[in-house]
T-cell receptor, first 115, second 116 residues
Framework: AQTVTQSQPEMSVQEAETVTLSCTYD???????LFWYKQPPSRQMILVIRQEAYKQQNATENRFSVNFQKAAKSFSLKISDSQLGDTAMYFCAFIPNFGNEKLTFGTGTRLTIIP | GAVVSQHPSRVICKSGTSVKIECRSL??????MFWYRQFPKQSLMLMATSNEGSKATYEQGVEKDKFLINHASLTLSTLTVTSAHPEDSSFYIC????????????FGPGTRLTVT
């Protein structure tokens, strides 16, 4: 079974600081995709960043970067220079790429950026 | 970027009535769409996978006769909650799969259903 675990239900950090959200997953697949989605209070799901398992280089999108450790099945999200608009629920998600496009979500981490 | 719309954004209905929620991909064609349900302060729960031109695939425990899904075109999928009851009150979210090797899902803004 494919599972995604987010062990931090809630986190808070001062504005402009750096925060790291943890995510681990379990799969027997070798090729797959990992995602971080953000859900702000508006509840619109927004794709933050994605990582292909076959790529060794960690994905980066502006202030957002990941630390992908394939052997450890770990996929953490680092937010640098955090901003008030980063306050949201963050969901780690996983998808195998062999014809099954269903996303498996983690339970989420509620991140609060403190002014 | 890819945009997915949902209509209505909010609906209140009486117990026993049916409600239809539309999900549209506005600037791309989506052969596959997904319907999720989200309870307060919880993650998204996949209800069903909607494929254009074929029957939807429901997840275990989801009643297909209660949650009717129709993927009528490459840009439209609908979810009809039939004979709604208060326990069906929830936040329903659709997503559309953007292929081209990226396997990215783009989400609609969600529909809040309240059954009185």
């Amino acid at each position: 079974a494919q599972t995604v675990t987010q062990s931090q239900p809630e986190m808070s950090v001062q504005e402009a600081e750096t925060v790291t959200l943890s995510c681990t997953y379990d799969t027997s697949e070798n090729n797959y995709y990992l995602f971080w989605y953000k859900q702000p209070p508006s509840r619109q799901m927004i794709l933050v960043i994605r990582q292909e398992a076959y790529k060794q280089q960690n994905a980066t999108e502006n202030r957002f970067s990941v630390n992908f450790q394939k052997a450890a099945k770990s996929f953490s999200l680092k937010i640098s220079d955090s901003q008030l608009g980063d306050t949201a629920m963050y969901f780690c998600a996983f998808i195998p790429n062999f014809g099954n496009e269903k996303l498996t979500f983690g339970t989420g981490t509620r991140l609060t950026i403190i002014p | 970027g890819a945009v997915v719309s949902q209509h209505p954004s909010r609906v209140i209905c009486k117990s026993g009535t049916s409600v239809k929620i539309e999900c549209r991909s506005l600037d791309f064609q989506a052969t596959t769409m997904f319907w999720y349900r989200q309870f307060p302060k919880q993650s998204l729960m996949l209800m069903a996978t909607s494929n254009e031109g074929s029957k939807a695939t429901y997840e275990q425990g989801v009643e297909k006769d209660k949650f009717l899904i129709n993927h009528a075109s490459l840009t439209l999928s609908t979810l009809t909650v039939t004979s709604a009851h208060p326990e069906d009150s929830s936040f329903y979210i659709c997503s559309a799969l953007l292929l081209a090797g990226k396997y990215e899902q783009y989400f609609g803004p969600g529909t809040r259903l309240t059954v009185t």
